[in-house]
C-alpha cells in the first residue's frame, strides 16, 4: 500500500520523534523527586518496551518459518532481532545514567528490573555466533529459528518474574502521591513511544529493502558475468591445443603454409 511505504513510514517518524522531543524538553512538567534527570524517562522506556516487543516478534516469525519454510519469515526474525539488540544497548546505556543520577552508581545488581534485561540482552547477544556457525543456509534459518522462539517465550516469563520480586529500586514514574502521572506527561510519553516505534518498524523496512536490493543485484551480477572459458586438463600440452585450434582455421589463413605433398614433387 501507498500509504505504508517505507517513505512515508520514514517521514512520520520524524515528525512524531520532533514532536516529542519538543514536548520532553518544552512542556512535559519536571519530576518533583528526580527533577531534570527523569525526563530520560521518556526515552529509555519506549526503547525498553520496543527491543522487548522485537524479540517476540522475531518468535513469531521464527515460528512462521517452521511452518512454511519461507525465508522472507527467516530474513524478518533476523532482522527484528538485530533491531532490538541495538535497541536493547541503548536502554542499558540510558539507564546507566539514569540510575548514576538517581542511586549515585551506574550499576545496582540488587535492582532485578537492571539485571533481568541484561540477562534478555546476552541471551541475545548469542543469536550471531549460533547463526554464522552455520554454513548451511537451511540449517542456519531453522536453528536460529528456533532460537528466536525458545528466548521469545522466555522475554514475558522474565518480565512476569521480575514484576512479582519483592525488592524493586528501580524508579517508579508512573505512579505519584496523586495517584498517576500528570495528562502532560501521559501526552509525552504517547508521543514519544509512538516515534520511537514507528523508528523501530521503519529500521525494520529499511534493512530488509537493502538485503533484498542486494540479494538481486547480486542475482544480476551473476546473469550478467560472461561464461568462463574451460581450461585444458593439467595434462594436455599447449601446443596439442593450438594445433587444434589452428585444425579448424580457414584455408586463406593457413596459405603461408607450404601445401601437403609439395615435397614430393619436388622429389
Do not use: C
Amino acid at each position: 500500500m501507498q500509504l505504508l511505504s517505507l517513505r512515508n513510514i520514514a517521514i512520520a517518524t520524524a515528525v512524531l520523534l520532533t514532536a516529542g522531543i519538543a514536548l520532553v524538553f518544552f512542556y512535559a512538567p519536571l519530576d518533583a523527586d528526580q527533577g531534570f534527570i527523569q525526563k530520560i524517562f521518556y526515552v529509555h522506556v519506549p526503547l525498553a518496551v520496543m527491543a522487548l516487543a522485537g524479540f517476540i516478534i522475531a518468535a513469531i516469525h521464527g515460528i512462521r518459518y517452521l511452518r512454511t519454510g519461507d525465508p522472507i519469515h527467516d530474513a524478518r526474525s533476523y532482522v527484528s532481532i538485530h533491531l532490538s539488540i541495538v535497541f536493547g544497548a541503548a536502554v542499558l546505556i540510558t539507564g546507566s545514567i539514569w540510575a548514576q543520577a538517581s542511586w549515585g552508581r551506574w550499576w545496582v545488581w540488587e535492582e532485578p528490573t537492571l539485571v533481568s534485561f541484561l540477562i534478555v540482552f546476552l541471551l541475545y547477544s548469542t543469536y550471531y555466533p549460533l547463526r554464522y556457525a552455520i554454513e548451511d543456509r537451511e540449517r542456519q534459518a531453522r536453528y536460529s529459528s528456533v532460537f528466536a522462539v525458545t528466548a521469545g517465550a522466555f522475554v514475558p516469563l522474565n518480565f512476569l518474574a521480575v514484576r512479582l520480586a519483592e525488592s524493586l529500586l528501580h524508579p517508579r514514574v508512573f505512579a505519584t502521591a496523586e495517584g498517576g502521572m500528570d495528562p502532560e506527561m501521559w501526552l509525552t510519553l504517547a508521543v514519544m513511544f509512538g516515534g520511537i516505534a514507528l523508528l523501530w518498524v521503519t529500521l525494520v523496512r529499511f534493512e530488509l529493502a537493502a538485503k533484498s536490493a542486494a540479494a538481486q543485484l547480486a542475482r544480476l551480477r551473476r546473469l550478467l558475468e560472461p561464461a568462463e572459458a574451460p581450461l585444458p586438463p593439467s595434462g594436455a600440452s599447449a601446443p596439442a591445443t593450438v594445433t587444434a585450434a589452428r585444425a579448424l582455421e580457414p584455408e586463406e589463413k593457413r596459405a603461408g603454409e607450404p601445401p601437403r605433398g609439395s615435397q614430393h614433387r619436388r622429389r
